[in-house]
């Protein structure tokens, strides 16, 4: 059985990212990195478009065992405490699959041996075979493509208490959603929205 789940961060007026197509306008707090971990950890495959597979690749392998910090005066820095410390590692071994006309991914690239590039044209016939819980993070364009064919099971939208009022839009497509989980965070204003995607 193969369950596909979406996760990704939303403004309270459906943006993922700002005017500039930047997605840090939008509250990653420690409640939106445990939140990421669970998922993550939950993942058998993670499932990326190629833009946020290099973005992700360029980042996330060196952080679990970057030297520490010297801390700066507003405390310790987020990016390298256990939680993210934690994701970096879970990244680095759960199998990633990028969707990609773009070829293979380099061998120079941290997560080469851990990636499978699949062509885009082939990506229905990938998900046929595929079984577990498969992780989408970030993706848009990906995960909005597979919303549109039904392929996608699970949303899980953190909605960040900004609004932005111009911006990149989190759907593109139409969606009815049934919500299965509404949860907050102690010391955050965000909220977690669980959905389910119901058949058009």
Not at 38 to 57: N, Q, T, Y
Not at 68 to 82: F, K
Not at 151 to 158: A, C, G, P, S, W
């Amino acid at each position: 059985m193969r369950t596909v789940i979406v996760n990704n961060i939303v403004s309270l007026d459906g943006y993922y990212a700002d005017a500039d197509g930047d997605p840090l306008a939008l509250n990653m707090d420690t409640a939106f990195d445990q939140a990421n971990l669970e998922s993550i950890e939950r993942a058998d495959v993670v499932l990326l478009g190629r833009e946020s597979f290099d973005g992700f690749s360029a980042y996330w392998p060196f952080i679990a065992d970057a030297p520490e910090p010297v801390e700066q005066e507003s405390g310790p820095i987020r990016q390298y405490d256990e939680v993210n410390r934690a994701i970096s590692r879970r990244w680095n071994a759960v199998p990633k699959v990028v969707i990609t006309d773009r070829g293979p991914v380099p061998d120079s690239n941290a997560w080469a041996e851990s990636t499978t590039a699949v062509p885009r044209d082939r990506l229905t016939e990938w998900l046929d075979a595929a079984r577990g819980d498969i992780v989408v993070f970030a993706s848009h364009v990906l995960w909005n493509d597979l919303l549109a064919r039904g392929l996608v099971d699970e949303l899980h939208l953190m909605v960040s208490p900004d609004a932005l009022v111009t911006g990149v839009a989190l759907f593109t497509r139409p969606a009815s959603l049934e919500l299965l989980e509404a949860r907050t965070f102690e010391g955050s204003s965000n909220v977690q929205l669980r959905y389910r995607v119901r058949s058009r």
